[in-house]
C-alpha cells in the first residue's frame, strides 16, 4: 500500500510536468516576417528577411520561396530576427516563408528580377553604342546581329526598337521586340541578337538601356509576300473592377490577384494607366497586374479599380505573294504555336481529320488559313449569343459562338502546321458598350500576324454593331479598330505557392489560366468581377 500512495503523488507530478511543457509550446513565438530586402531580386541574390520568433540557430529550419528551399550552403546568417540568404532559382514570383519545426511563419512576396518586363528609359550619357548589324536588312521574324558596345551585360530594363509607321502619322514612330515572337535570343555586353518585330518598318533602329539611347541606325525591312497598313487610329479609356470580400480566414493567409490588362501589339499601341485606387505588386507579370494581399481578416472586403487609355488601330493586309520566303533561322514562332493545349486541341482525331480534309490540294500556309477560314464560316453555323462547350463539341454540333469559331480557326490551322493564336478581348457596338469577343491570328514567316474573325465573317455581330457589308472577305487579313485585346493566345500563370488554391474563370476577356489564388488560412471569400466599361473614345 505504501508504494501504491508514494506512486500516486509522483504520477500526478509527472502529469503537471507534461501539462507545462505543452502549455509552454502551444506560448511559443511563431516565427514571423515583418519585411524582405529586396523585394524583386535574380537568382543568387543576398535576400535578407527581418522578423521575429526565426530562431537564435537554423538547425532544422529553414525558408522557402516559391516552394523551393536553398541549399545548406546558401544561408549566411540565421539569428531569431534576421536570416540571410542567397536566393535559389526559381519561378516568376513566389511566396518566401520561414519554417521551424511544424510552424510556418506569414508569407512575403519575392519577384523575380530577370521576368520583370522590359521598359525605356530616358537618355543619359554614355549609353549603348552600335558599330554594325549584320544582316542590314531581312523581313519580318528573321534573326539579325547587333554589334558594339555598352549593351550591359544583361536586358534586364533594355530594349531594342524598329521603325514603326501608320498612314495617319507624320512621322515615323517606334515598335518594340516582341516576346511573344521570341524576339531575344542573346543579349550581352557587345552583342544582341533580336528577331525584326511584327509591324516593324523600313527606318531607323535604336537601342535603349537605364544607360541611355544608342545612336539610330538604318534597317531595310524586305518585303517579298506584301505590306501591311495602319490607320483610323482610335483612343479608347475603358476601366474594369474587382470585388473582394471575406468571409472565413485565419492568419497567416494571402491572396493574389491577376487582373488583365490590354496588350501591346503592332495594332493597339500606347497603352496606360489612368487611374487605380491599388498599387500593384507588380505592374507587367506577363501581361496582367498582379495584386497581393497579406493577413486578410474576416468581414474585410475592397474593391480594386483600374482605368486605361489604349490606341488602336484597323490593319489592312496586302498579300501580293503567298509564298513565303526562307528565313535565316528556324522560326520558334511556327515551332511554338503549332503545338495543342488545352484550349487549342489540334492534334485531337476529329480536328486533324476535319482540317486535313479542309486544305487538300492547297500547299501554301495563306492559302491554307483562307480556305480554313471559309470553311467555317461556311459551314459552322455561328451564333451572336455565347454558347457552352468548347471546340469539340462545337464542330460536331456545326454551332459555335465567336469563343468557339476562334477556338476552332486556331486548332484547325495547328493541325496543318500554321502557326496561329486566339484572341480574347472586347468589341465595341456603335453606342460604345463593350461585349466579350474573340477573334484569331495567324503567323506567316516574313510578314508576321494575319488578323481574321470568323465570328464577324460569318455575319455574326452582336446587337448594336454595325457590320460591314463585305465581312465575309474583309475579315479575312483585315481588322476594324472597334475591339480591344487583352491576351493573344494562352496567358499562363504558374502558383505563388504549390498548395495555393485558384479559380480559373471561363469564357472571360482574357485567356488566363489563374485569375486569383487564396493560400494559408483564407478559407472562404467572394469575388466579384466586372465587365469592361467603355469610358471614352476619341
Request: with cysteine.
Amino acid at each position: 500500500m505504501r508504494k501504491a500512495e508514494l506512486a500516486k503523488p509522483l504520477f500526478i507530478l509527472a502529469g503537471i510536468c507534461l501539462a507545462l511543457f505543452f502549455l509552454s509550446a502551444c506560448r511559443e513565438e511563431l516565427p514571423r516576417i515583418t519585411t524582405i530586402y529586396p523585394r524583386i531580386g535574380v537568382m543568387g541574390d543576398v535576400l535578407t528577411i527581418h522578423g521575429t520568433g526565426f530562431g537564435t540557430e537554423r538547425n532544422l529550419s529553414f525558408i522557402t520561396i516559391a516552394g523551393t528551399p536553398p541549399t545548406s550552403a546558401a544561408y549566411i546568417s540565421w539569428s531569431n530576427e534576421e536570416i540571410v540568404v542567397r536566393t535559389p532559382e526559381f519561378g516568376s514570383a513566389g511566396l518566401v516563408y520561414v519554417h521551424r519545426g511544424r510552424q510556418r511563419s506569414n508569407p512575403a512576396l519575392f519577384a523575380n528580377k530577370a521576368a520583370m518586363p522590359a521598359v525605356a528609359r530616358t537618355h543619359i550619357d554614355n549609353g549603348p553604342r552600335v558599330a554594325s548589324i549584320q544582316p542590314a536588312s531581312g523581313p519580318v521574324g528573321s534573326l539579325i546581329t547587333i554589334s558594339g558596345g555598352n549593351f550591359g551585360s544583361a536586358r534586364n530594363n533594355s530594349a531594342v526598337f524598329f521603325s514603326w509607321t501608320s498612314a495617319e502619322a507624320a512621322g515615323p514612330g517606334f515598335i518594340e521586340i516582341s516576346e511573344m515572337e521570341f524576339g531575344y535570343e542573346l543579349w550581352s555586353d557587345r552583342e544582341i541578337r533580336v528577331r525584326v518585330p511584327d509591324g516593324a518598318v523600313s527606318g531607323n533602329l535604336e537601342i535603349r538601356t537605364p544607360r541611355g539611347y544608342s545612336q539610330q541606325v538604318f534597317f531595310t525591312i524586305t518585303e517579298p509576300i506584301g505590306t501591311k497598313v495602319y490607320h483610323e487610329r482610335r483612343t479608347f479609356s475603358i476601366s474594369h473592377t474587382v470585388d473582394i470580400q471575406v468571409e472565413r480566414a485565419s492568419s497567416p493567409n494571402a491572396l493574389f490577384l491577376w487582373m488583365p490588362q490590354p496588350v501591346v501589339s503592332s495594332s493597339q499601341r500606347n497603352v496606360k494607366v489612368n487611374s487605380r485606387n491599388t498599387e500593384p505588386f507588380i505592374e507587367n507579370f506577363q501581361g496582367a497586374a498582379l495584386y497581393h494581399f497579406i493577413d486578410t481578416a474576416p468581414g474585410t472586403g475592397w474593391q480594386i479599380a483600374v482605368s486605361h487609355t489604349v490606341d488602336v488601330y484597323a490593319v489592312e493586309t496586302n498579300i501580293r505573294n503567298v509564298a513565303q520566303p526562307a528565313l535565316n533561322r528556324p522560326s520558334p514562332v511556327r515551332t511554338a504555336f503549332v503545338l495543342p493545349s488545352p484550349l487549342v486541341p489540334s492534334n485531337d482525331p476529329a480536328i486533324t481529320t476535319q482540317a486535313t480534309a479542309i486544305i487538300v490540294g492547297v500547299p501554301l500556309p495563306f492559302a491554307r488559313a483562307q480556305r480554313i477560314f471559309q470553311w467555317i464560316i461556311s459551314n459552322i453555323e455561328i451564333q451572336n449569343q455565347p454558347l457552352s462547350g468548347g471546340v469539340i463539341q462545337a464542330l460536331e454540333d456545326r454551332v459555335a459562338d465567336s469563343y468557339q469559331a476562334a477556338l476552332l480557326f486556331s486548332a484547325f490551322a495547328r493541325a496543318v502546321g500554321i502557326p496561329a493564336v486566339p484572341v480574347a478581348g472586347v468589341l465595341i457596338d456603335d453606342n460604345n458598350n463593350a461585349v466579350k469577343h474573340y477573334w484569331a491570328e495567324f503567323w506567316l514567316d516574313g510578314f508576321g500576324w494575319v488578323p481574321l474573325d470568323p465570328a464577324l465573317g460569318a455575319g455574326a455581330a452582336p446587337p448594336g454593331f454595325t457590320l460591314r457589308q463585305d465581312h465575309a472577305q474583309f475579315y479575312f487579313g483585315n481588322m476594324d479598330n472597334r475591339r480591344i485585346a487583352f491576351s493573344r493566345g494562352e496567358a499562363v500563370f504558374y502558383q505563388m505557392t504549390p498548395h495555393g488554391r485558384t479559380v480559373q474563370r471561363g469564357r472571360e476577356f482574357s485567356f488566363q489560366n489563374i485569375w486569383e489564388e487564396a493560400t494559408g488560412g483564407l478559407e472562404s471569400y467572394y469575388s466579384r468581377w466586372s465587365n469592361v466599361t467603355i469610358t471614352e473614345v476619341y
